[in-house]
C-alpha cells in the first residue's frame, strides 16, 4: 500500500477538519465517559508513555485528535505520535526494533510487511491480548482485514485503515444502471465514455507499485489470482492475459494521452476536474473527490464495486514491537481507539472503514458520507484480497509492476511480462 499523495492530503485535511466541526456541534464528539476497550486493562492503574510512529497524512491527524477523549479515561497514559513519509517509515522502525532502545512502543504496519516483521521476530504475537478485552469483538472486524493481520493462524495485531479499491465515476457521464459488472463491460463503457476532451477512465500505470496495484483488480475481474492453490505464482494463466490485454486496451484507447508514468496524484485530477470519467481506486475517495472544493463536479461522484466483485486490498494494522517499553499502556491506547464507539467516530470524522457494525451504526449513517457509500465499502471489503501474502511483499510487488508497466510501454509482449512477473514472485518469494 502506497502512501497518501499531497493532493490527497490536502482533500482530507480540509475534510476532516470540516467533519470534526460538524461532530462537535453534532453532539457527537467521543464520550468522555466510554471505557471500551478496556476489558482487563485498568485504566486506573494503567499508566506510561506511548510513542507511536505513524504515516504524515491525515488519517493520523484524525487519531491525534482523538487523544484527549482517550485521557479521559487513561489518565495516566500519555500519548506522542510522529509522523514520517511513507518511503521512511519502514526503515525507521527496523532501526528502533534492532536498537538497545526503541523509539516506538505501538506501531502501524503495512499489510506488505507484516510477514517480514513476524519472521524477524519484531512484533508480538496478541492473540490473548485481544481475546482479553471485554466487549470489543474482534470478530465484528472486516475478515478480509484481519486476515492480513494473521500469520499461521495467529494474530499480530488489529485493523487500523483499509485501502481497499473501487470504481468510482461521475454520475454527469456515467448512469448508475451503467456501472459496469465485468471486465469486458468495464472496457466497453470506458470507450464509450472516451471523447477527444475527455478519457473514459483515469489510469495509474506508473511503474512498480502503482500500476500492481490496479491491474491487480482488473486480474481479479477476468477470474484470476496472484497465487495458486499450492502457494505459488499463478501469472502464466489465460486470466491473467486476459486481464493485461484488457488493462492493455483501456490504456489505449480510454486514458488520458501520455499517462504511462500516471500515479494517484494525475489520476485524482483528471477525474475531479472533469478531464476523466471514472477511476479504479481507494474506496475513501470518493469523500474527497466530493468535498465542495475539490472541483466543478463535487457532489456528484459514487463508489461501486469492482466489476466482477472483488477488489484488491492494502491495509495498515495496528503492531506491538516485541521491544516496546509501554506494550500494556500501548495496546490500552489500540483497543480502545478501535473499540465500536470510538471507531464510529473516526469512521465519521473521515477514518476509513475496519468494522462491520460502523458501516449501519446510525451516526456514521447521519453524519458521514452517505449510505450508498458504506454499502458499497461493505460488499467491497467482503470480498477483497491483498496484492501480496508472505516475505518480501515490497520486493515482489516492485518487480510485478515493472513488468506490468513494460508490457504496457510495449517493451514486452503481454506473454513475456507475466513470465517475468511469474519468475519474480516464485523467485523473491520462494516458499
Known amino acids: ?52 510512529l505513524m504515516e504524515d497524512v491525515p488519517d493520523s491527524d484524525i487519531v491525534a485528535s482523538l487523544i484527549p477523549e482517550f485521557k479521559k479515561v487513561y489518565a495516566n497514559v500519555d500519548v506522542q505520535i510522529e509522523k514520517l513519509p511513507y518511503d521512511q517509515m519502514k526503515d525507521k522502525l527496523v532501526a528502533s526494533f534492532q536498537a538497545p532502545e526503541p523509539a516506538y512502543d505501538l506501531i502501524v504496519v503495512d499489510n506488505s510487511w507484516v510477514s517480514d516483521f513476524v519472521a524477524a521476530g519484531f512484533i508480538s504475537p496478541m492473540d490473548d491480548r485481544i481475546d ?48 459496469p459488472t465485468s471486465l469486458d463491460g468495464l472496457v466497453s463503457l470506458s470507450a464509450s465514455l472516451t471523447t477527444p476532451d475527455r478519457a473514459g477512465l483515469a489510469m495509474q500505470p506508473q511503474t512498480g507499485y502503482k500500476i500492481m496495484e490496479e491491474w491487480t483488480n482488473f486480474l481479479y475481474a477476468a477470474g484470476g489470482s496472484i497465487y495458486g492453490a499450492d502457494g505459488k505464482a499463478n501469472l502464466n494463466t489465460p486470466e491473467a492475459k486476459a486481464a493485461l490485454e484488457a488493462y492493455i486496451e483501456l490504456y489505449n484507447n480510454s486514458a488520458p494521452k501520455d499517462s504511462l508514468n500516471w500515479a494517484f496524484d494525475d489520476a485524482f485530477r483528471s477525474v475531479s476536474s472533469g478531464g476523466s470519467a471514472a477511476m479504479v481506486s481507494y474506496n475513501w475517495n470518493l469523500a474527497a473527490l466530493n468535498q465542495p472544493d475539490s472541483g466543478p463536479y463535487a457532489g456528484k461522484f459514487k463508489l461501486a464495486v469492482m466489476p466482477g466483485g472483488k477488489s484488491a486490498l492494502g491495509s495498515w494494522t495496528w503492531a506491538l514491537p516485541t521491544n516496546s517499553a509501554a506494550p500494556d ?55 477483497a484480497a491483498p496484492l501480496t501474502e508472505g516475505l ?20 514486452m509482449t503481454v506473454d ?16
Open 329 to 383: 499502556a500501548a495496546w490500552a491506547f489500540a483497543a480502545w481507539l478501535t473499540s465500536k464507539p470510538v471507531d464510529v467516530q473516526r469512521v465519521v470524522l473521515g477514518g476509513a472503514a475496519i468494522r462491520q457494525s460502523t458501516m449501519t451504526d446510525p451516526t456514521v449513517l447521519s453524519e458521514g458520507f452517505g449510505a450508498d457509500y458504506y454499502q458499497a465499502v461493505t460488499e467491497i471489503l467482503a470480498n
Open 132 to 179: 482479553a478485552v471485554a466487549d470489543y469483538d474482534a470478530a465484528d472486524f472486516f475478515t478480509s482485514l484481519t486476515n492480513i493481520t494473521k500469520v499461521d493462524g495467529v494474530r499480530y495485531g488489529v485493523p487500523f485503515y483499509n485501502y481497499a479499491l473501487g470504481y468510482i465515476y461521475n454520475t454527469d457521464m456515467v448512469s448508475p444502471a451503467d456501472v
Open 416 to 431: 513475456e511480462a507475466l513470465s517475468t512477473a511469474n519468475d519474480a514472485i516464485n523467485t523473491i518469494q520462494s516458499r
Open 1 to 52: 500500500m502506497m502512501s497518501f499523495t499531497k493532493t490527497a492530503s490536502r482533500l482530507f485535511a480540509g475534510l476532516a477538519t470540516l467533519s470534526l466541526s460538524a461532530l462537535a456541534l453534532a453532539g457527537c464528539a467521543p464520550s468522555s465517559t466510554t471505557t471500551a476497550g478496556t476489558g482487563s486493562i485498568d485504566p486506573a492503574t494503567t499508566k506510561g508513555t506511548v510513542r507511536i
Open 392 to 411: 518480501m511483499g515490497d520486493e515482489m510487488i516492485t518487480a510485478v509492476g515493472e513488468a506490468l508497466n513494460a508490457a504496457v510501454s510495449g517493451t
